[in-house]
């Protein structure tokens, strides 16, 4: 059983930061890409920030110059960081991750459950 749990996410004033994080935990083999989605009121969930194993990341133009994306492979964990935030960030951002479970031959996406980034003055 593979569990991803957020969490950082919050209130916070325009110009403000926040960190997010994301565990990974269970009977896990190994783990590929992570990233980060949100999803506003009335939109579709999209990509915020990817790394891959490596360490090599992208992200949407949107946050560029104001996220990083980072991970800790030795916890399982990937990161968030947030700067600079406006009212548009507002969302439920998402994690998700390319896990292969013990006992298995090929990995596949998990999500974690969500948590909530509003900002707002």
């Known amino acids: 059983q593979v569990q991803l749990v957020e969490s950082g996410g919050g209130l916070v004033q325009p110009g403000g930061s926040l960190r997010l994080s994301c565990a990974a935990s269970?009977?896990?083999?190994?783990?590929?890409?992570m990233g980060w989605y949100r999803q506003a009121p009335g939109k579709q969930r999209e990509l915020v920030a990817a790394?891959?194993?490596?360490?090599?990341?992208n992200y949407a133009d949107s946050v560029k110059g104001r996220f990083t994306i980072s991970r800790d492979n030795a916890k399982n964990t990937v990161y968030l960081q947030m700067n600079v935030l406006n009212p548009d960030d507002t969302a439920v951002y998402y994690c998700?991750?390319?896990?292969?479970?013990?006992?298995?031959?090929?990995?596949?996406?998990?999500w974690g459950q969500g948590t909530q980034v509003t900002v707002s003055s």
């Open positions: 998700n991750a390319d896990v292969r479970p013990m006992g298995t031959v090929y990995g596949h996406g998990f």
């Open positions: 790394i891959t194993s490596g360490g090599r990341t």
């Open positions: 269970g009977s896990i083999f190994s783990i590929g890409d």
